[in-house]
Structures are given as structure tokens and as C-alpha cells.
């Protein structure tokens, strides 16, 4: 009968003399190095792994037995041949009764947990052979001598070896076979061969060569099932591609070479982990510096807090210039290289030409500690300037900027603007809008608060009429001019000239002896609310801090939220209807109903993601993506359901501002919010109009395919080419349904070069922001009513309805219709017409609504301020169930 023991002694006789001989293992502790182990001849290599499975699987049940306190009958066990776990399934109850006795109960019980699957069973003696290999010591190799001939047995030499080595625990895996060849790839054998110095500058193709070993010191063949893997990580997490090249397919002899690639190009300090599944090869980690390449201007940055810088005359301005390489790092200097070489400032009036005696107004200096070059502005007397900063004679982007230097006087003034509760009032003259040349100058007022920038002309001296409101925010720019800006205007008694622009509105041109007060005032709120810098971070930083510093105001207790998995969206606005602020600041604990759940953070990101889903996916109808798209692109539907009221629109705000408040407290509490807005939408939600430039991200084929074209062609010259003022809509055949006016007239208003951009921005409102049209509205209403009371207060509705937002629009046609959308074809579509009447009531009552007739009922008051007041809390808290039938 064959058995493990015979076959090692016979293998053991056989191998004893290449032992002692060849590899000099003369003594216990020479089997420690595995170097030294021989080859054995192929029979005997198949005999002896036939031995070492029927140990080791001996082994594993000894090591079952003892996690179940059961090892003191081993022994016996073993006298009836039951040498393995496969083996407990089929010994029979009343024979194990006999041979356990009293530990009967607890072999019943450990057997009965035993898996039922193979590979289940597979596992489980895989984790009790590596326990053998971890707890294993010398005194079991001789204790255990029965079954393996210590003495003289090649598997008995490796088996002590290994069971006296704990290192060798990870490696249990590979089969006592292995262990005694040496046969098996070792990371601590492998090594690594740089191809590239330490620092290196970014930008460059690094590469390295891994080299794999056996364990026995022979080459290793490396392939795709070795899971070798690198990672190349900075100390910020931020990963970087790495390309791999296992082999060689043309020299046999690289065949345990790996070859890896990669590209840095943000500097610092990287790890480059080289691992063979989980384990780390020898000196893994690496860590390696990449170092910033040479400056760039293109990429060099002015750290400036506006884009018009504002001084005092005889104090310093400081700014800096962030010197960056052609990847964005911050450049370092030698410390025998002059840091500000190479800048050069430029100084110039409004006129653009130079202004040499103020060359020394401007000194520059290195900033060692935050690696930077100082920009410091002392100029003796007020001046308005334009400044350049270049470096080797190329512009850096923005460091083209408007220079205004205050008196002393000027200065406390504006400082007193900014601390005022009370809006700056100053007096101007409109020039021109959109290019649009008044023939007459018109005197207007400019106020300038926290949030806007607001200019009107007064009608009769009594009625305030808005022409235009910009938004204080990075986007909005007052750009200097020259005194003499067109041939209209060649005297200066209207004083100094200057452009308002914020990208989407039509520009405005001003002029006005205070324009210096004008744009510092501006400039000093806009600082204010953006936390003194227009670069993202800071901006970002600046929220946060701000968000924080509210939140020290508010507790953050423990709010419990039950919803309903299956109706999330309906439960969740139920269950915070009645939420104050203070409440939507609270730290969520989520409930869901039926679950048994206890919230410590992970209920609350999955109720973030469950309400992100229903409110967000495509399918809700509440939002949509540009042509059906799956880019997680999303919009407000313009043809939502009729059941879906503007309420949900404003949890869905609720949602994203508890996302952002969240974010803004730290890492633990941040939630993620699973959409990605337009920018058209994101511009209408902070007030501003939308545009066509919107398309170029919101809708790239149609950009592509039409406003690029039209914005590129000439359509003076050109006449096979015949655009109107409309929207043509066809059908899924292609064919034209119908064409919509984009303004008044439009389909008889051809499109020029002088109006392109009209027609394209109207594109943009009819097709991004549910056209809300002033135009179509008046062209498409009915009066009811003629007395001159009710006259003086239409002329005030419409001067009032001008001034709306696209919020309050919507808020209008809710109160008066029902509905906060149009149909497709806009207020001539409207069926019945929106009719506006004379209301039977007192003076100072709110307007009322028949919703059955799209009827807004207005009544009479004592002045424009009064019923703009008037109108604005009708709309905003009666639009659902407020005087309406």
C-alpha cells in the first residue's frame, strides 16, 4: 500500500547524496536558504508532490480540529484514515461516536458548519493552510516526524524551513512542491532599473525595467496572470497612468524583464509602487521628485483681486505674478539666477501711448517663501492708467488691466460706499447700447450695491425705468476708454467714458465725472463677494468660509427624515414642507420606513443619491438632456408634465444648497449631487441672460453646425444665403411644421452682419430659456379697460414686467393661468388670450387672478413703487390658491 511516508524516505535516499554534496545542506539551519535546494529528476519531482499534497492536507486537518478544540483526537483519526476535510463528510456518526466519546456534540456541530460547495470548501482550506504557515514552528517539524522523515527527506528539509520562516505566511499558496524547488516568482527577488535621474523635470517620458526572480534566483518569465501591477501616485492621490510591457516577444532572454512608461506633469513628490498581486517587490514604495520645466508666459498668471486695480496716491498696491511652467506648476529658481529677469512692466494712458515718467511707479521682487515675483504700485498723484506686464517680450494673459489711482479724499468716499447700507447713487450720460450711438446723450442714474449694478433713466422725472442691471460678479467688466470714444462724442463736458460689459447683456456705454468713483465702488463690493480673488480656489475657499461662518450660528442637531424607499421623492418633500432654514442647516438623520437601518452617514448619501435620481434622470420630466443625450447634461424641461408645479423645482434647489452647505463643512459631511447643469441654466439661476455662446458647451452640434457658420459667414456678400428672426420647427419626416418669430415681426427682419448677434442671442433665449418674450407678450394680450386710472397702472405693469427675472416671469403666468410654462408657440398660443383688467375693488388691494380666463385683475394705487410692491407678493406668495378660481 502506497503512503506519503514510504515515498518520501525512498525520495530521501535517493536525493540524500546531491543534498550533502551538491548543494552543501550539511546541517537544520542550512535549509533555511532556499538557493541551495537541487532539481529533482522528473520522477521523483511527480512522487514527491504526490507526498507533500496528502501532508499538507493532513495539515489542514489538524488545524481544523484545533480551531474547534478537538485536536487531542488527531491521532485516532488518523489510525482510521480520515486525513482530510473531504474525509469528516463521509466518517459515520455511530463511528465517531465511538472514537470522540463526550466531544461527540462539538464534531457534530463544527461538521455541520462545514461549507457545502466545492469551491466554498476550497476557500476555506486555503485560509486554514495559511494559518498552518503563520503559526507553525520548529517544534512541529519534529513532532510531526511520522509522516515526514525530517532527517533525510528533501520535502521534511523545506516543510522545517518554512514552517520556521512567518514571512513565508503570504506565499502559502504555492504548494510544498514549490517550496522546495524554488520554482515560484519572489517579489523580494525582483529588481528595478531607472532609466531616468532623481529629480527629473516634468513633461518627459519617464521609463524603468522591472527584472522577475524565482525564489531559487532563477529568471522568471512574467505574464499577464502574475497580476503585476504599478501605480504611480502623488502625495495629493493624484494618479498617474502608467503603460506596461510584459516580455519580449523577439529575445527569449528578457522574458522576465517588464518595461513601464509613464508622463508627469504636475511637480512634487511621487510613490511608485511596484506590487505582484498584494505584495510590494524589494524597496517598493519608490519615491521620486519631479521638478517644474521652465517658465511659460502663456501659462503665468497676474494674482490680481479685479480686473481694474484700484490704488491710493503715495501708499503701495501690492500684486503678484505667478510664474508657471507649460503644464500650470509654480516655477522654482536657482539661487545664482535673478528671479525677476526677463519681466518687463509697461505703463500707458487711456490714449495708449507711454507714460515714461511713472516707469519707477512699478518695482518688482522675488517672494522666496511663497515662490512668487511681487508687483508693487506707488504713484504720487490720482491718474488713470493701463498697465502691461510681459515676460521675453510676450504678453502674460491677464496682466493687461486698468490702473485707477484715488486721492486720499476719493478713497474715504468710496470706503463709506461700501460701508453704507444705502445704494452709491451717481449721475451719468448713456452713450450708446450694443453699438446702438445715441444721437443725444440721455441722463441716466447708476446704483451700485452688494449684488448689482443698476441703471435707469427716469421717465417724467417720477417713474424710475430700468435699462439695464448687471450682476456683480468676475463676469462683469468695466472696461476704460479714451475721453473722445466716438466722432459723436468729441467734447469731454460728459466727462470720462466707460464700457460695462458682462458677456451676455448688450454693453453699455457711459460717461460720467465720477467714473473713477463708479468703477472703484464697483470694484471694492465685487472684492467683497468674491473673498478678494477672482481665481476659482480662492473663490471657492471664500464660500466655504462663508458658509462656515453661518453655520457657527446655527446647531447642527440631529433632525430625524423619514421617507419611503418607493415614493422618495413625494415622502421627502412631505416630510420637509414644513422645514425652516434652520431645520434645512440640521445634520439629517434618514429613516426609511420598513428598514431597519441606523444612519451614521452612509442612509444620508444614499438618500442623496436615490432624490438626485428622481429629480435629475431624464425619465423624471422635471429636467432634460439636450436632444435626448445621455451626457448627464440637464436642463428644466420645457415640456414637463402638467402634475409637476414649480414646488418641485424648488426642492430641487433646496436639495443642491443642502449639498453645497454640506460640502462646505468638511469632508465628512460632503455630498455629491449626480448631475451636471448647462451653463445657460446655471447663468439664468444667478440672474443673468443667456446667450449664444451658451451653445458651444450646452449644444455643440448646433453650434458647430449653425452659429459657427453664421458668425463665420459673410451674410452682406453673400446672397444665397437667407436667414430671418425665426425658429423653424419640423417634424420627425423633416418637414417644416412651423416657423415662430423671435421677436416682433420677425419673419420679415432679414439677418444682416450689423444684427447677427441679435438674432443668435434671441436663438439662444427662445431655445435655453423657454421664451419669456416682452415682446411677444405685448403683441399678444388683451386690455379690458380705458379709464386713465387703470392706463397710468398698465403703463406701470409693463414698465414692472420689463424689470422680471425669468423666476418671476414664471411666477406671473402660474398666478394668472395656472401654469408656469407657455405653450410651444408662446403667448400667442395661449388659449384663452392673457387678458389684463381694471379689478372693481378698493385702492392697495393685490392683483387677482381668474386662472379659467388667464385673467390678471390690477387695481389702483397711489404710485409705482406701491404697486410693483403689490404685484411682487401677489405672484411670489399667492401663485398657488391666492384669489384665484
Partial sequence: MWSPDSEINSIGMTVRHSISSSSGISSLSSCGNPHALPELPPGDEHRLQRAALTLQQKLILREWLKENRLQSHYSRLISIEVTSLEDVYWLEDSRASQILGKDFSAWNRARQKLPTSKAQLEVLKAELWSTVVKTSNHKDAWTY???????????????????????????????????????????????????????????????????????NGNAYPICDTDQFFVEVASEGAKKVVAISELGSSTNPNNANEAKVKFTVRTAGQYKISIMIGSSHI??????????????????????????????????????????????????SYDTDVDPTKGYFVEIFDLNDQPCEKFNSAITLSYDKVNLRVNVIALFPEPISLRVRILYEGQLIPNALFDLIVLSSCDTTLVHKNIASRKLAIYDAKLLSIAGDVKSKPRKVLCYIGPKQFTIKEMILKIIP????????????????????????????????????????????ELSSKDRNLIAATFTHFLIKNIGGSETFKDKQDFFYHEVRKFHSNCYHEKLALKVQRERILESSMKATKNFSVSDWCGNFEVIFQGEQGIDWGGL??????????????????????????????????????????????????????????????????????RARFTRSFLAQLIGLRVHYKHFEQDDPDLYLQKIKYILDTDLDRNENVEIYFVEEVYDTMGQLVKTIDLIPNGSKIRVRNSNKNQYLDALATHRLSNNYSIADFKANHIVNGGSAEFRKVLDWFWVAVSNFSQTEMARLLQFTTGCSQLPHGGFQELNPKFQITAAPTFANRLPTAHTCFN?????????????????IIAISEGNEGFGMS
Fill in 604 to 673: 444620508r448619501r444614499e438618500w442623496i443619491e436615490l432624490i438626485c435620481s428622481a429629480l435629475f434622470e431624464p425619465k423624471s420630466g422635471l429636467f432634460c438632456t439636450f436632444h435626448d443625450k445621455r451626457q448627464a447634461l440637464v436642463h428644466p424641461n420645457p415640456c414637463r408634465p402638467s402634475n409637476l408645479k414649480l414646488k418641485y423645482y424648488e426642492f430641487a434647489g433646496k436639495v443642491v444648497g443642502k449639498c453645497l452647505y454640506e460640502s462646505a463643512l468638511g469632508s465628512s459631511y460632503r455630498q455629491l449631487v
Fill in 282 to 331: 524589494a524597496g517598493s514604495p519608490f519615491t521620486k521628485t519631479f521638478m517644474p520645466s521652465s517658465i511659460s508666459p502663456t501659462r503665468s498668471r497676474l494674482i490680481r483681486p479685479a480686473s481694474i486695480v484700484v490704488c491710493q496716491e503715495g501708499l503701495p498696491n501690492l500684486l503678484y505674478v505667478e510664474p508657471r511652467d507649460e503644464f500650470g506648476n509654480i516655477c
Fill in 145 to 215: 516526524g511520522g509522516m515526514l522523515v525530517v532527517s533525510v527527506s528533501v520535502a521534511g528539509l523545506v516543510t522545517l524551513a518554512a514552517m520556521t520562516q512567518p514571512s513565508l505566511a503570504p506565499e502559502a499558496r504555492h504548494s510544498l512542491l514549490q517550496y522546495v524547488t524554488g520554482k515560484y516568482l519572489l517579489p523580494a527577488n525582483c529588481r528595478v532599473e531607472w532609466h531616468f535621474e532623481d529629480p527629473s523635470i516634468v513633461g518627459r517620458t519617464m521609463s524603468f525595467t522591472v527584472r522577475f526572480y524565482q525564489r
Fill in 465 to 508: 425705468k430700468r435699462v439695464a442691471t448687471f450682476r456683480l460678479c468676475p463676469s462683469t467688466k468695466i472696461q476704460f476708454l479714451p475721453n473722445v470714444s466716438s466722432p459723436t462724442q468729441k467734447n469731454s463736458t460728459n466727462g470720462a467714458v466707460f464700457i460695462i460689459d458682462d458677456g451676455s447683456q448688450p454693453k453699455i
Fill in 855 to 871: 385673467q390678471l385683475c390690477l387695481p389702483d394705487y397711489e404710485s409705482y413703487e406701491q404697486f410693483e410692491r403689490a404685484l
